[in-house]
């Protein structure tokens, strides 16, 4: 018999959810088929079989939440694993691990021992509403905050949504109305925004750039790039390579916090927003500062198209320093964009608009376009992100300067 483990989720990702199940207990598999698919906070991770032979058993069946080295099932090989198949079908192994002591379920959570060990609570003074009764860390939380009264209710991590019911539906409505549990990928974009707003002073800056600098290179070279590189000559390399260029001169913005230090970056791992039907996620291109207009378009478009088909690896949705995010494909004007934590800067692009401006005394129509630059006000004072995005703006006006290093 052979055990189907969790396989390396990368790091930072300490768990996973078990979406879905492609085989059922008693299937025959082959070696490397796929058996289940896992939900982490970041990206979704087919499980393969580590062998031929018969899905005996299946430990975290849907909706389970397994930790990084947990046990998933179990295949036997050959033949006889039809009749160990059999016996799983039964319910009385189901039922025996349900009826594991509160106790064993508490080892489990480590991080809920540890909180009730701080506290000085037993198991019994806790009610869990995790699987089977298990005792989560908010558990813990929540019952410190009652104890501790109000004030210490204020202080506490956030309950489970069913602490907060919804107000009463009229049934003509609740009857039209579908409910669909979050994905893991959804409540983890809501969990770090939320950080980000709670944790750094967040502040924006605007500005607007003339496209028409950009357009008019474009348009005179798209076939010969093309023709020469195998991709399209988009924007995004133009804001990339603006961007590397004013991080060079404000470092803060390409620094994070930690602790009581401020970690400066001596490169610039560039994360690009993507969005894709589960929700948006942020592939980085590493090292954007020493690549080509080419090498940047081939791989915003690779990593793109990979994070459509939620096929991103963690090590692709891993290390940025700043980001990027494109709100004008959508056809937004004028957005504020939050941070992506532990990150300091993110620029919002927007819809380009014929726009009347004043150039050289003359009211004429030109492509304008607003750029957002959010940052974190700890680190990056008023002066650093107002200079960032105005050397933004001159890079983008005048391409040239891009090619100069002005």
Not at 10 to 17: D, K, W
Not at 225 to 250: D, N, P, R, Y
Not at 253 to 260: K, R
Request: one cysteine or more; a negative charge.
């Amino acid at each position: 018999m052979t055990d189907v483990m969790v396989p390396a989720l990368g790091e930072s990702v300490s768990e996973a959810t078990v979406s879905t199940w492609f085989k059922k207990p008693g299937d025959a598999v082959k070696q490397d088929e796929m058996l289940c698919e896992l939900e982490t906070d970041k990206v979704s991770v087919e499980v393969p079989s580590p062998v031929s032979g018969v899905l005996a058993e299946i430990l975290a069946p849907e909706g389970t939440t397994v930790a990084a080295n947990a046990r998933l099932a179990i295949v036997t090989e050959g033949a006889a694993a039809a009749t160990t198949a059999a016996k799983t079908e039964a319910p009385a192994p189901k039922e025996e691990r349900k009826e594991e002591p509160a106790a064993k379920s508490v080892e489990d959570a480590p991080a809920a021992k540890k909180a009730m060990a701080e506290a000085g609570l037993t198991p019994d003074q806790v009610q869990g509403t995790g699987r089977d009764g298990r005792i989560m860390k908010e558990d813990v939380a929540r019952t410190v905050a009652g104890a501790a009264g109000a004030q210490a209710a204020a202080a506490a991590p956030a309950p489970a949504p069913a602490a907060l019911p919804r107000a009463p539906v009229p049934a003509e409505d609740a009857a039209r109305e579908e409910r669909v549990k979050m994905t893991r990928l959804r409540a983890t974009i809501a969990r770090r925004l939320k950080d980000a707003q709670n944790t750094a002073a967040m502040l924006t800056t605007y500005n607007e750039v003339d496209m028409s600098g950009i357009m008019d290179l474009r348009n005179a070279y798209k076939d010969a790039f093309e023709k020469k590189h195998g991709v399209k000559m988009g924007f995004m390399s133009f804001f990339v390579k603006a961007c590397c260029h004013a991080l060079k001169e404000v470092p803060e913005v390409n620094a994070e916090i930690d602790g009581q230090d401020i970690v400066y970056k001596n490169y610039v791992h560039m994360g690009v927003a993507v969005g894709t039907p589960s929700g948006l996620v942020v592939p980085v291109v590493r090292d954007a500062d020493r690549m080509s207009f080419a090498e940047i378009e081939k791989k915003i478009a690779e990593l793109g198209q990979r994070a459509r088909d939620g096929k991103l690896s963690m090590a692709e949705m891993q290390g940025g320093s700043f980001t990027i995010s494109n709100g004008g494909v959508y056809g937004s004007l004028m957005s504020s964009p939050i941070l992506n934590p532990p990150q300091s800067g993110i620029l919002g692009m927007h819809k380009i608009q014929d726009r009347p401006v004043v150039v050289n005394g003359q009211i004429v129509i030109r492509p304008m376009m607003y750029l957002a630059l959010s940052y974190d006000h700890r680190i990056v004072d008023g002066k650093g992100a107002v200079t960032f995005l105005v050397r933004v703006k001159e890079a983008l006006e005048d391409p040239r300067r891009l090619l100069m290093d002005l």
